[in-house]
Protein backbone atom coordinates (compact mmCIF):
# COMPACT_ATOMS: atom_id res chain seq x y z
CA UNK A 1 0.00 0.00 0.00
CA UNK A 2 0.92 3.33 -0.56
CA UNK A 3 -0.03 6.66 0.37
CA UNK A 4 0.30 9.96 -1.44
CA UNK A 5 -0.68 13.38 0.07
CA UNK A 6 -0.35 16.40 -2.12
CA UNK A 7 0.50 20.08 -1.09
CA UNK A 8 1.44 23.38 -2.41
CA UNK A 9 -0.93 24.57 -4.61
CA UNK A 10 -2.98 27.59 -4.60
CA UNK A 11 -3.64 31.48 -6.58
CA UNK A 12 -1.08 32.47 -8.63
CA UNK A 13 -0.29 35.60 -11.28
CA UNK A 14 0.26 34.18 -14.88
CA UNK A 15 3.61 34.21 -14.92
CA UNK A 16 4.72 33.28 -11.32
CA UNK A 17 5.84 29.96 -10.12
CA UNK A 18 4.77 26.95 -7.71
CA UNK A 19 5.86 24.12 -6.42
CA UNK A 20 3.48 21.25 -5.66
CA UNK A 21 5.00 17.92 -3.43
CA UNK A 22 3.75 14.86 -3.07
CA UNK A 23 4.82 12.72 0.26
CA UNK A 24 4.52 9.24 -0.09
CA UNK A 25 4.10 6.58 3.11
CA UNK A 26 4.84 2.94 2.20
CA UNK A 27 6.85 0.58 0.86
CA UNK A 28 9.00 2.42 -2.33
CA UNK A 29 10.90 1.05 -4.53
CA UNK A 30 13.36 2.95 -6.80
CA UNK A 31 11.77 1.14 -9.82
CA UNK A 32 7.80 2.88 -9.08
CA UNK A 33 7.35 5.27 -11.54
CA UNK A 34 5.33 8.32 -9.85
CA UNK A 35 3.45 10.78 -12.09
CA UNK A 36 1.58 14.19 -11.67
CA UNK A 37 -2.04 14.10 -13.55
CA UNK A 38 -4.22 17.51 -13.56
CA UNK A 39 -8.11 18.10 -14.20
CA UNK A 40 -9.60 21.41 -15.26
CA UNK A 41 -12.98 21.93 -14.78
CA UNK A 42 -15.11 20.26 -17.61
CA UNK A 43 -12.34 18.39 -18.75
CA UNK A 44 -10.34 15.00 -18.55
CA UNK A 45 -7.79 14.25 -16.09
CA UNK A 46 -4.57 14.55 -17.96
CA UNK A 47 -0.96 13.51 -18.38
CA UNK A 48 1.50 16.53 -17.01
CA UNK A 49 4.86 14.46 -16.01
CA UNK A 50 6.33 11.64 -14.72
CA UNK A 51 9.56 10.29 -13.07
CA UNK A 52 11.08 6.67 -11.74
CA UNK A 53 11.74 6.99 -8.02
CA UNK A 54 15.64 6.46 -9.13
CA UNK A 55 15.33 9.57 -10.93
CA UNK A 56 16.69 7.95 -14.11
CA UNK A 57 13.62 9.13 -16.45
CA UNK A 58 11.58 11.57 -16.48
CA UNK A 59 8.68 11.98 -19.00
CA UNK A 60 7.00 15.50 -20.12
CA UNK A 61 3.14 16.73 -22.03
CA UNK A 62 3.95 18.83 -24.75
CA UNK A 63 2.14 21.46 -22.94
CA UNK A 64 4.59 21.80 -20.03
CA UNK A 65 7.87 20.58 -21.59
CA UNK A 66 10.07 23.56 -20.82
CA UNK A 67 7.86 24.89 -17.84
CA UNK A 68 7.47 22.47 -15.52
CA UNK A 69 10.50 20.22 -13.92
CA UNK A 70 9.41 16.62 -11.76
CA UNK A 71 11.97 15.67 -9.32
CA UNK A 72 12.44 13.02 -6.34
CA UNK A 73 13.59 13.37 -2.65
CA UNK A 74 14.41 10.23 -1.46
CA UNK A 75 15.48 10.83 1.49
CA UNK A 76 12.04 12.67 2.21
CA UNK A 77 9.73 10.16 -0.04
CA UNK A 78 8.84 12.78 -1.27
CA UNK A 79 7.96 13.77 -5.45
CA UNK A 80 7.85 17.73 -6.92
CA UNK A 81 6.73 19.42 -9.88
CA UNK A 82 8.23 22.53 -10.02
CA UNK A 83 5.72 25.11 -12.20
CA UNK A 84 7.12 27.96 -14.01
CA UNK A 85 5.88 30.77 -16.26
CA UNK A 86 2.58 29.19 -15.48
CA UNK A 87 -0.50 30.11 -17.61
CA UNK A 88 -4.13 30.32 -17.07
CA UNK A 89 -4.43 27.13 -18.87
CA UNK A 90 -2.93 25.73 -16.31
CA UNK A 91 -5.40 25.90 -13.90
CA UNK A 92 -6.75 22.76 -12.74
CA UNK A 93 -6.87 20.19 -9.60
CA UNK A 94 -3.10 18.53 -9.79
CA UNK A 95 -3.21 14.78 -8.69
CA UNK A 96 0.22 12.68 -7.72
CA UNK A 97 0.00 9.14 -8.94
CA UNK A 98 2.39 5.76 -8.00
CA UNK A 99 2.84 2.93 -10.83
CA UNK A 100 4.14 0.21 -8.95
CA UNK A 101 4.51 -2.39 -12.05
CA UNK A 102 5.51 -0.01 -14.19
CA UNK A 103 7.82 -2.37 -16.65
CA UNK A 104 6.87 -2.31 -19.96
CA UNK A 105 3.62 -0.01 -19.23
CA UNK A 106 3.03 3.36 -20.92
CA UNK A 107 3.77 6.35 -18.03
CA UNK A 108 1.38 8.84 -19.17
CA UNK A 109 -1.25 6.27 -19.41
CA UNK A 110 -3.55 7.16 -15.86
CA UNK A 111 -4.84 3.61 -16.39
CA UNK A 112 -1.69 2.18 -14.95
CA UNK A 113 -1.35 4.00 -11.83
CA UNK A 114 -2.45 2.16 -9.10
CA UNK A 115 -2.21 4.96 -5.82
CA UNK A 116 -3.42 8.94 -6.24
CA UNK A 117 -3.49 11.39 -3.90
CA UNK A 118 -6.79 13.67 -3.17
CA UNK A 119 -5.60 16.51 -5.29
CA UNK A 120 -4.82 20.23 -4.72
CA UNK A 121 -5.92 23.17 -6.46
CA UNK A 122 -3.68 25.41 -8.59
CA UNK A 123 -4.92 28.58 -9.92
CA UNK A 124 -3.86 30.93 -12.71
CA UNK A 125 -5.14 34.19 -12.70
CA UNK A 126 -4.50 36.30 -16.09
Known amino acids: QVQLVESGGGLVQAGGSLRLSCAASGRIFSNYVMGWFRQAPGKEREFVAA????????YYADSVKGRFTISTDNARNTVFLQMNSLKPEDTAVYYC???????????????????WGQGTQVTVSS
Open 51 to 58: IRWSGSST
Open 97 to 115: ACNVYPWGSNPTAQHNYDY
